[in-house]
C-alpha cells in the first residue's frame, strides 16, 4: 500500500483487530473490528466516537501499548511493535498524570532524557515547552499541585519535548475549563502550521470541527464514516444568508420574494443566530 | 501467550539449573560452619507460630535472644522447669552459641539446685534429690553442648567446675579439666586436673596426679602454694622415697606474676 | 525485541524510582531502626557483656533483615500498578523506551534503594556497636583494675575477646548477604507483579514464595533423601525448583557468632544471587514483553 511509496504516511493501520481476553467463565471482548485508516503527513486527523467505541484502543495500537490481535499498525513506515517507530510520536494520554514529587521542570527533564536528550539542549528545550504552554510560572511548583489543565498542558510540552513528527491526542480537552480548552486549540492548530501531523480523538465534536482536516468516526469498534471535514458536515441543499440590522419589512419582502419567484425554494428558518455558550463563557470571562 | 509459555519454561529452566548450586552451597556453608544445621520440625511444638517463622526466615539468632530473655524473666519468677525449657529451645535454635549451653547449666546446676538444697518447706530427703537431679542435668546440658563444640575450652571448664563443686566426681572433673589444657594448652588447668586427682578416693590416679605435678614443678614458674602443698601430701600417700622428694624450704615459694587468677 | 539497551536512560528510571519510593517515605523505617539499635543496645543492662553485644547484633540485624526484605516485596510490588493507574507508564513508554529497560530501571531503583539503606543503618548500627563495645571494654578493664588484675597481658586479651564480640569486617560481610537476599526478593517480585491483577495479590504471593523459600533447605532435604510416596515429592520437587533458596543467605546468624564469610563463600552467594537476577529478570521481560497496557 502506501508504505511503498517514497514519503509513508504518518500513520498506517490496516485491518486492525483487537480482542481483549477476559478471564475464566466470561466472554471475551472485541474493541476493535477490521479497523483501516490513514493519516497523511501534515494533516490533523480526527477520531471521533462515543465511549468505549475503540478509539483509545486504536490508539494505544498505533503506540505499541496494545499488540493487535490481527492486522497491523504502522509510525511513519516502521511497524508499531518497534521500539523506533516512537522515536518520532509525541503522546498525550486521556488525564494524564507524571510523578508527583516532580515540578514541571523536572517531569520534563525526566521524558527529555527517556528520549536520549541532556545537557543544555534539553533544558533550554524545556523551558521553551514550558513557555509554550504557558507553564513557566508552575515550573518550579511540584506536579501534585497542577491542575486538571495544567496537567495537561505538561502532558503537551512532554509530547512535544522531543520534537515529534506526529502527536497523538486522546481527549485533550476532556475536564478542561474552556479557557483552557481554547487554549489547547490553538495549540493544535500551531502544530499544524509548523507541519506536525496531529491525530487526536474527542467526543467534543464541536471542537473536533474546529481542528481537524479529516475525521474518522468510530462505532462499536468499526470505522462507520470518514472523509473530509467539509465535506462530511456541509448541507448540500441549504444556503446561509446572515444580514445585519435588517429591518422587518426587509425580511418579509425576501419572503415574498422566495415565495414568489423561488422555484421551489423556500425558507427553512428565520431568526437570530445564536452564539455558541463557548463564545459567550469565552467573552465573559475575558472582560 | 506463547511468551507465557516461554516465561514458565525459564522459570523451570532456572529452578532446575539452580538446584544444585544452593545443594553445593549450603552443605559447604554448613560444612564451614557459616550455616546452621536445619532446624528440627519437633521445635515447632515449643515456639509459637511467629518464633517459628521468623526463626525459619533467617533470624533463628534474634529468636534465640528473645527466648533467652523469656528464661531471665522465668528465673525471676523461680519456675525452674520453664528456665530449663526455655534455654533449651535457645541451644537448639543455637548450638554453636557456646555461652547459651554454659548459661543453662549453671542455671540447673546451680541456681536451680541451690535453690531445692535450701528449701526449707521440703524434706531433706526430696532437698537432696532435686539438688542431685538439677546438677545431673546442668552436666547434661554440657555434655550435649560439646557435642557440638568439642573444643570448646569455656563448656569443658564449666563441666569440670560442675564435677569439681557440685556432684564432687573429681576423677571426672581431672578428665574435663585435661580437656581444657588440650584445647588451651595453659598448665594452669593441667595442674587443676592433677588436684583433682590427688582428690580422688582411688589410689592409681594419685601417680597420674603426681606425675603431671612433679613434671609442672620442673617449671619453677609452676611451684604454686597449691602445687607444692598438694605434691607434699601425694608424696606421703605414695611413700615416696625422700631422696625423690621435693625439699621442704620450697614449701610457700612465691609465685610467679604472670599467673593469673586465683593462686593454685 | 529490540536489543537496544541505553545505561543513560536506565540510570534515568532507576534514578525516577528512587525519589519516587523516598517520596513514600519509606525511609521512615530508618528512623524507627535507629530506636530500635540504640534501645537494644542499652536497654538490658542485667546481662553479661558478651550476651549484651549480641543482643545488640541480633536486634540490629534482625531489623536490618527485616528491612530489607519487606521494603523488596512491598515497595516492589507498588511500582508497576501505580505507574500503571498514573498512567505514567504510557507516557514513558509511548517514548522510544524498550521494555526491558524500564524494567531494568524499576528493579535496579529498588536496588538502589535497599542499598543506600543498608549502608546508612550499617553505619548507626556499626557506631552503636563499637559504643556500646568501648563501654563493656571500660568496665571489664575497671573491673579488673578493681581486683588489681590489669596485667597488660589481661587487658590484651580482653580486647581480643571482645573485640571478636564487637564489631568486625566479617558483619559487614553479613550486611551484605542480607543484601543479596534482598535483591533475589526485589527480582521476585517485580517478576510477580508483571502477571499479578493487583497489588495485594503481589504482596502476598511474594511473600509467600519468599518464607517457603526460607523453608527450601528442608524441602530439598526431603525431596532428595526423605522417604515420603510419589505424590509428595513431587510436590515438594516441584517446590524446590519454584521456589528460590533463601537460606543459603542467612549467613549472618552465624555471622553474630563469630563464623568468618570467606572470599570462597562470598562468591558462592553473589554468583547464585546474580543467577537469580538474571533469569527473573528474563522471566519478567517475557511476560511484561506483550503485557496489555
Known amino acids: 500500500m502506501s508504505a511503498e511509496s517514497p514519503q509513508p504516511p504518518a500513520v498506517t493501520v490496516e485491518n486492525l483487530t483487537k480482542v481483549f481476553k477476559a478471564g475464566l467463565g466470561k466472554a471475551a471482548f472485541t474493541a476493535v473490528r477490521d479497523l483501516s485508516l490513514t493519516v497523511n503527513d501534515g494533516e490533523v486527523y480526527g477520531l471521533i466516537g462515543p465511549n468505549g467505541c475503540g478509539k483509545s484502543t486504536t490508539m494505544k495500537a498505533i503506540l505499541g ?37 516532580l515540578n514541571g521542570l523536572e517531569t520534563l527533564l525526566f521524558y527529555g532524557r527517556l528520549c536520549s536528550m541532556s545537557g543544555k539542549e534539553l533544558k533550554d528545550r524545556a523551558r521553551e515547552m514550558l513557555a509554550l504552554t504557558g507553564l513557566e510560572d508552575a515550573a518550579d511548583r511540584r506536579v501534585a499541585g497542577y491542575s486538571k489543565g495544567m496537567l495537561q498542558r505538561l502532558g503537551l510540552a512532554q509530547a512535544l519535548l522531543h520534537r515529534p513528527r506526529l502527536v497523538v491526542l486522546d481527549e485533550p480537552t476532556a475536564g478542561v475549563d474552556p479557557a483552557g480548552s481554547r487554549k489547547i486549540r490553538d495549540l493544535i492548530l500551531g502544530f499544524k502550521e509548523q507541519g506536525i501531523t496531529v491525530l487526536v480523538t474527542s467526543h467534543l465534536l464541536e471542537q473536533m470541527q474546529e481542528v481537524c482536516d479529516r475525521v474518522g468516526i468510530m462505532a462499536h469498534g468499526r470505522m462507520v464514516r470518514e472523509g473530509r471535514l467539509d465535506e462530511l458536515i456541509a448541507v448540500e441543499n441549504e444556503t446561509e444568508l446572515v444580514l445585519a440590522d435588517a429591518s422587518p419589512e426587509l425580511l418579509a419582502e425576501i419572503r415574498a420574494l422566495v415565495e414568489s419567484r423561488g422555484h421551489g425554494a423556500r425558507v427553512v428558518r428565520s431568526g437570530h443566530p445564536r452564539t455558541t455558550l463557548e463564545k459567550l463563557f469565552l467573552e465573559v470571562a475575558d472582560q | 501467550m506463547k511468551r507465557s509459555l516461554q516465561a514458565l519454561a525459564v522459570l523451570l529452566l532456572l529452578g532446575i539449573a539452580k538446584m544444585p548450586l544452593e545443594q553445593a552451597a549450603t552443605r559447604e556453608f554448613r560444612a564451614t560452619g557459616l550455616l546452621s ?24 539468632s534474634l529468636v534465640a535472644t528473645i527466648t533467652y530473655l523469656q528464661a531471665y524473666h522465668e528465673w525471676e519468677n523461680v519456675n525452674w522447669a520453664k528456665v530449663d525449657s526455655l534455654l533449651q529451645l535457645t541451644t ?173 | 525485541m529490540s536489543a537496544s539497551f541505553s545505561l543513560p536512560r536506565i540510570r534515568t528510571l532507576a534514578m525516577a524510582t528512587v525519589t519516587q519510593l523516598l517520596r513514600m ?41 527485616l528491612f530489607s526484605i519487606v521494603i523488596a516485596v512491598c515497595a516492589t510490588a507498588l511500582l508497576l500498578p501505580r505507574d500503571l493507574e498514573d498512567r505514567t507508564l504510557y507516557t514513558i513508554l509511548a517514548k522510544p523506551v524498550p521494555r526491558h529497560e524500564y524494567l531494568l530501571g524499576k528493579l535496579l531503583g529498588v536496588l538502589i534503594l535497599i542499598g543506600a539503606g543498608l549502608v546508612l543503618m550499617d553505619i548507626a548500627f556499626s557506631g552503636v556497636l563499637w559504643l556500646r563495645q568501648s563501654l563493656v571494654l571500660a568496665q571489664s578493664v575497671a573491673a579488673l ?149
Not at chain 2, 521445635?43 to 533470624?59: C, K, P
Not at chain 3, 542485667?46 to 536490618?64: H, I, T, Y
Not at chain 3, 514464595?209 to 515438594?236: C, E, N, P, W
Not at chain 3, 563469630?258 to 537469580?276: D, K, Q
Request: hydrophobic fraction near 45%.
Open chain 2, 37 to 60: 544445621e536445619p532446624m528440627d520440625l519437633g521445635m515447632r511444638e515449643n515456639l509459637s507460630q511467629m518464633g517459628f517463622a521468623a526463626a525459619l526466615g533467617g533470624l533463628r
Open chain 3, 145 to 293: 583494675q578493681q581486683e588489681g588484675t590489669a596485667t597488660p597481658e589481661a587487658v590484651a586479651q580482653l580486647k581480643e575477646f571482645v573485640g571478636r564480640q564487637g564489631l568486625t569486617w566479617n558483619l559487614h560481610l553479613g550486611v551484605v548477604a542480607i543484601f543479596f537476599k534482598a535483591a533475589v526478593v526485589t527480582a521476585l517480585t517485580l517478576m510477580i507483579s508483571c502477571f499479578a491483577s493487583s497489588t495485594l495479590f503481589t504482596i502476598i504471593i511474594a511473600f509467600l514464595v519468599t518464607i517457603l523459600g526460607h523453608g527450601q533447605g528442608l524441602i530439598r532435604d526431603y525431596f532428595l533423601t526423605g522417604h515420603a510416596g510419589v505424590v509428595k515429592k513431587l510436590l515438594s520437587a516441584l517446590l524446590a525448583v519454584v521456589t528460590p533458596d533463601m537460606g543459603v543467605f542467612d549467613v549472618v546468624d552465624n555471622v553474630i557468632n563469630g563464623e568468618t564469610v570467606t572470599p570462597g563463600a562470598f562468591g558462592f552467594m553473589a554468583a547464585i544471587a546474580c543467577t537469580y537476577l538474571a533469569g527473573y529478570a528474563v522471566v519478567s521481560h517475557l511476560l511484561f514483553v506483550e503485557k496489555e497496557l
Open chain 1, 65 to 101: 501499548l496494545v499488540t493487535p490481535t490481527s492486522g497491523r499498525t504502522a509510525v511513519f513506515g516502521r511497524p508499531s511493535t518497534r521500539v523506533e517507530s516512537r522515536s518520532e510520536v509525541g503522546f498525550l494520554p486521556e488525564n494524564p498524570y507524571f510523578y508527583k514529587h
Open chain 2, 92 to 264: 537448639s535454635l543455637q548450638p554453636g552459641y557456646a555461652n547459651y549451653w554454659d548459661d543453662a547449666s549453671w542455671q540447673m546446676a546451680y541456681n536451680a539446685a541451690s535453690y531445692y538444697l535450701y528449701d526449707e518447706k521440703l524434706q531433706p530427703m526430696v532437698r537432696g534429690r532435686l539438688y542431685e537431679e538439677h546438677v545431673r542435668r546442668g552436666i547434661a546440658i554440657l555434655k550435649e553442648g560439646l557435642r557440638y563444640l568439642p573444643d570448646e575450652a569455656r563448656l569443658w571448664n564449666s563441666l569440670a567446675e560442675i564435677y569439681e563443686r557440685r556432684s564432687h566426681e573429681p576423677e571426672l572433673a581431672a578428665q574435663a579439666y585435661l580437656e581444657v589444657f588440650r584445647i588451651s594448652r595453659n598448665n594452669r588447668y593441667r595442674r587443676f586436673a592433677a588436684y583433682q586427682y590427688a582428690q580422688s578416693a582411688r589410689p592409681e590416679f594419685w601417680s597420674k596426679a603426681y606425675d603431671i605435678l612433679h613434671e609442672a614443678y620442673q617449671d619453677p614458674r609452676q611451684r604454686t602454694p597449691s602445687l607444692i602443698d598438694t605434691l607434699k601430701t601425694l608424696e606421703d600417700k605414695l611413700g615416696i622415697p625422700t631422696m625423690k622428694r621435693i625439699p621442704d624450704a620450697r614449701r610457700s615459694m612465691e609465685v610467679a606474676p604472670t599467673e593469673l587468677g586465683p593462686i593454685r
Open chain 3, 25 to 65: 517515605k519509606i525511609m521512615a523505617f530508618l528512623l524507627v531502626f535507629c530506636v530500635i539499635v540504640v534501645a537494644a543496645g542499652f536497654a538490658f543492662p542485667v546481662m553479661n557483656p558478651e550476651q549484651q553485644l549480641k543482643l545488640l547484633k541480633d536486634v540490629s540485624l534482625g531489623a536490618l533483615q
